[in-house]
């Protein structure tokens, strides 16, 4: 997957799967917009710039572990690695179309890591300054996601620092604006992004795009068209 690709895939999964996360981080966005003095809400910005860091150092190391496959079996990786990566994407897409549908099995088994990282939020509170606030945002990141561990494993697949980054960033972007803090703003702009027809438009995206990774090159050998081919390289 280039770069282009995999930003548009994690923008797409952040976006619409940030209703998840308003669900299951809603407490925590309450209680650390809630020690934010008067007058300094840009420190809000530190929460989302730590979040994402230790989403990014969570997937690169991930994708430092998808380069194994390739070094102990170099000639069947690609091809296994490449329908894996695609079949993640389409579950992607399901859970996108379907919200609510899927537990968040994830979450849930490790929950005992959350209750031991939820002291630690004390030692930064209440937030006065920007590290503190970035100190916050790291131990959010930290906290079990199903939805993150999703883009965690297309990191695994996906064994490219660059692409894992576009990634990354682009999926904590997307979860940024239903993530500041609530307000009326932030109620339109979910109500916006619940409606079915733009969450079947982006979940369809994202089937084709889970497609074409995972059997565009069989597609483009049994189907000789110009498109065809175009697409399999858009992916590619």
Not at 98 to 112: K, M, N, S, V
Not at 137 to 165: E, F, K
Not at 193 to 198: D, E, K, V
Not at 206 to 215: V, Y
Request: hydrophobic residues 55%; glycine residues 10%; positive net charge.
């Amino acid at each position: 997957m280039n770069p282009e690709t995999a930003l548009l895939t994690g923008l797409l999964a952040g976006l619409f799967g940030s209703t998840h996360c308003l669900a299951m981080c809603g407490g925590i966005v309450g209680l650390l917009h809630s020690q934010i003095p008067k007058g300094k809400a840009v420190l809000s910005v530190g929460f989302h710039l730590g979040r994402i860091s230790s989403y990014l150092f969570i997937a690169l190391l991930a994708t430092a572990i998808g380069w194994l496959p390739e070094q102990l079996l170099p000639a069947q990786a690609p091809q296994i690695m490449r329908l894996l990566l695609g079949l993640l994407i389409i579950s992607m897409a399901a859970y996108v179309a379907l919200p609510g549908r899927f537990r968040d099995l994830a979450g849930q088994l490790a929950a005992p890591l959350t209750r031991r990282l939820m002291p630690l939020f004390s030692k930064f509170l209440p937030v006065k300054s920007l590290d503190q606030a970035l100190g916050l945002g790291l131990l959010w990141g930290l906290l079990p996601c199903g939805l993150l561990y999703s883009v965690v494993a297309a990191a695994v697949l996906l064994a490219d620092p660059v692409a894992t980054t576009a990634m990354v960033l682009a999926f904590g972007a997307g979860t940024v604006p239903l993530l500041l803090g609530g307000g009326l703003l932030t109620l339109k702009f979910r109500s916006a992004i619940n409606q079915r027809a733009l969450r079947w438009t982006a979940a369809t995206l994202l089937t084709l795009t889970g497609l074409l990774i995972a059997i565009g090159p069989w597609l483009a050998h049994h189907i000789h068209h110009p498109w065809m081919h175009f697409l399999v390289d858009c992916v590619s």
